[in-house]
T-cell receptor, first 119, second 111 residues
């Protein structure tokens, strides 16, 4: 069965520290997508990144970077020089095809990691 | 900047009342999803539409929940009758075939 584990329930750091959010997934599919979403205190879910299972290149976007390692089934997210505005719950998610005939996907979410960045 | 919109943003109602939540997906997206978020269960998929046709509603309590998509610009989720255990944040998401984009959610409180 598909599963996403975010073992860190809550992380607290001081502003400007680097922080890594862990995500470990389980799937039998050979083709899948991995995602990170951010849920700030206002409540909306903001899409951050999508990674195809065939693309193991790390990605950097400003202060955000993602490390995808198929060998360990991990898709970790690092925030460099954290800021107070980074405080949010971060969700890792794995796509699962609805059926073999359907090319659309549903998301399997992890339980989320609450990040608190203190001034 | 196209976004998914949801109304109402907040709803307080009494047990037994009907609740209707609305979602306007991003223009051009052919898939629409309804999720529920609670502290205990996290994010759960309730229903899924593709090209307005309901394809999977296995996550939805059938006796009281119904989801429809009367046209490409509107998806609705109804609860009748509502119960206190339905209190949650309900998210609508629309997507292309690879990524889902979420609306701001409807925070529902059933007293």
């Amino acid at each position: 069965a598909q599963k996403v584990t975010q073992a860190q329930t809550e992380i607290s750091v001081v502003e400007k520290e680097d922080v890594t959010l862990d995500c470990v997934y389980e799937t039998r599919d050979t083709t899948y997508y991995l995602f990170w979403y951010k849920q700030p205190p206002s409540g909306e879910l903001v899409f951050l990144i999508r990674r195809n299972s065939f693309d193991e290149q790390n990605e950097i976007s400003g202060r955000y970077s993602w490390n995808f390692q198929k060998s360990t089934s991990s898709f970790n997210f690092t925030i460099t020089a954290s800021q107070v505005v980074d405080s949010a719950v971060y969700f890792c998610a794995l796509s699962e095809a609805f059926t073999l005939m359907d090319s659309s996907y549903k998301l399997i979410f992890g339980s989320g990691t609450r990040l608190l960045v203190r001034p | 900047d196209a976004r998914v919109t949801q109304t109402p943003r907040h709803k307080v109602t009494e047990m037994g009342q009907e609740v209707t939540m609305r979602c306007q997906p991003i223009l051009g997206h052919n898939t629409v999803f309804w999720y529920r978020q609670t502290m205990m269960q996290g994010l759960e998929l309730l229903a899924y539409f593709r090209n307005r046709a309901p394809l999977d509603d296995s996550g939805m309590p059938k006796d009281r929940f119904s989801a429809e998509m009367p046209d490409a610009t509107l998806a609705t989720l109804k609860i009748q009758p509502s119960e206190p255990r339905d209190s949650a944040v309900y998210f609508c998401a629309s997507g292309d075939q690879e990524t889902q984009y979420f609306g701001p959610g409807t925070r529902l409180l059933v007293l």
